[in-house]
């Protein structure tokens, strides 16, 4: 194998504080008789030189030219992809296969992201996204107007942080925090809840799905009027989360799944809610809650015709003493507006016409709050992929903060967290170009070229719900949504991914963006999308 010699690199040198940059590097690739070896040059002036004695650890980021060298702590940034191919030829004798990284640590990874990490206030706006939706909560009880139920939902996209600022609102209130997920994954978290499936099961009838219900809010209710000393954070260790990220989260949810048999065991057996005597806050939380709709709007159970568990449980809800601070939240990615947000006289129990539901929450400030400017001072700099990883929504900073501040995760590469920015793009899971639909089309081009809105309501919902658009405007009673897909590095670089992908049709090779085009093309001229485009 020749020497080689690549000018106008980017060096950087990994450390746990701060990464170190040297910018317009020469690098020398050297060979002599059964040694290798490699010298960065800077000023005529050797920085780094490393021998090559053991199989080294790389990885590639093709789509920001970069090579990171695992055994020696270092990214190499290539002025073009032919140099980064090269140098991986070069040292493909010495490199091993990347290794598949193990699932479970992956889903330690965003464990530790969400518990480990605090969120951040943002900078511009100089409040934090627990303290936004209190403040909308409050000005809802401040509400003079005669309001249906104390309710609402929070609809965004995955990774915006909705679940770990509900949980923060245990800060100011007492919280309970259900998570409904229908299957845990490995990237899914929080996990599900331990009263989960009675909250989504279909009962034999309407009245009975009411009667759990009540005793659910019951439960918790009934617990703090006998215990009017506990605190916020006591109280939500002790029924929702009270992991410290110390001991084995599994030893910690089997304590918290015993508090709630034994609250339920405890709780008087009435069909009516229990009045809450105490003046402090309390919200109940529904994280991954379209799992209450899965037989929406109605359905047929042995005969009966019952409407959807969604519908019967904010009729419950309604009943609360709007005298008191009670609040719901229902969280999730929503995919269907109009079956998640129906008018109020579709619930089991009609109320006043002159009643109105809460507007939905969508935006939360939590957009580029793990972004540091002040250390994006040169095109290069904006390459770093801690950098990539700081600017939109909070999942990215939130993983790469976590990976590279515990050594158990070193194993995980970057390429693993672009991976999983490739797979959240087009539906949480890895295609080919034949099997992107016209949404993931839609929302590949969208982060390279700007916002591509669809005519149909239904379709920019599932982008939000599935291809991590943002919603930006929601109405209850027009049945819109209106969504964005800002600039967001880390997903840009992933649409670079789909469009360097290559397609081979009746022996013709074609390049994944010109099938992109062709797709737009398509979608255009069946007047799927606004003419503006």
Known sequence: MKNLIFENVMLVIIDKNKPKTVNDCILQLNENANLKSIHLIKDQEEI?????????????????????????????????????????????????????????????????????????????????????????IESYWNNHSVIYGFFTTLCQSSGFGKSKACQNLSKKAFVVFCCLRFRNSDTGYPKKSYLADKLTQVYASEKLTRQYYTKYFNMFIHFLNQNESISYKEFFEKFSNGFDGNSAFDHNQSLINQELDNLEQSCPNTNKLIYYKSNKPLIFVFDEASSLLKHDPYVKNKGNTIKSNYFIMRSVISEFNQDKKIFVLFLDTFSSLSSFMPNKWLDPLE????????????????????????????????????????????????????????????????????????????????????????????????????????????????????NMAVCTYANYEENLFKIEYPSEPILANSAAFYFNKKKTFKNNTQSGLYFLVNKLDQLLSSEQLEQAY
């Open 351 to 466: 109320k006043t016409s002159e009643t109105f539901l809460i507007e939905p929450i969508y935006l939360l400030p939590n957009w580029d709050v793990h972004a540091n400017i002040e250390e994006v001072l040169t095109p290069q700099d904006s390459l770093l992929f801690e950098n990539i990883c700081s600017f939109g929504r909070p999942l990215w900073g939130s993983l790469c903060k976590t990976k590279n501040s515990f050594e158990k995760y070193d194993q995980i590469g970057f390429k693993q967290l672009i991976i999983l920015a490739e797979k959240k793009l087009v539906g949480n899971v890895s295609k080919t170009l034949d099997q992107l639909t016209d949404n993931d089309a839609l929302a590949i081009i969208s982060c390279r070229l700007g916002t591509i809105r669809p005519l149909l309501t239904s379709t920019a919902q599932n982008l939000i719900a599935k």
């Open 48 to 136: 780094l030189v490393k021998e090559i004695k053991l199989p080294v650890q790389i990885q590639t980021i093709e789509s920001c030219y970069m090579l990171s060298i695992t055994n020696f702590n270092i990214q190499i940034y290539f002025a073009c992809l032919s140099d980064l191919h090269k140098c991986v030829d070069w040292l493909g004798e010495n490199s091993p296969p990347e290794d598949t990284v193990d699932d479970i640590l992956i889903s330690q990874l965003f464990i530790d992201s969400f518990e480990r990490l605090a969120t951040l206030e943002n900078r511009r706006l100089k409040i934090q996204p627990e303290d936004y939706i209190f403040s909308k």
